[in-house]
């Protein structure tokens, strides 16, 4: 299983990657500010967990939260995968 994690500023990040047993990606989006994560630690919002999504479906994830730009600046090895449909 991949993890790469895309930070947007101080108090937000997505983290995602590839996972072999769901047979598909996953993305996590994590909001440092809000309740949820505060008292638990979880995220605000993810898709492709327990069984996995599409390359389309996480780069729409990343459009919904602003990120495609630093995503492919940031783990630009990953991203590229992630475009060539292949496990990063």
Do not use: W
Not at 23 to 38: E, I, P, R
Not at 58 to 64: D, G, L, M, P, R
């Amino acid at each position: 299983m991949g993890r790469n994690r895309v930070i947007i500023d101080e108090n937000h990040c997505i983290l995602y990657g590839y996972d072999g047993p769901c047979n598909g990606y996953f993305a996590q989006y994590f909001d440092k500010t809000s309740k949820l994560y505060k008292e638990k630690g979880q995220p605000s919002d993810e898709i492709g967990f327990f069984k996995g999504v599409s390359k389309n479906r996480i780069i729409e994830f990343f459009e919904k939260h602003n990120a495609v730009d630093l995503a492919r600046k940031q783990t630009k090895d990953a991203f590229d995968n992630l475009i060539l449909d292949l496990p990063c």
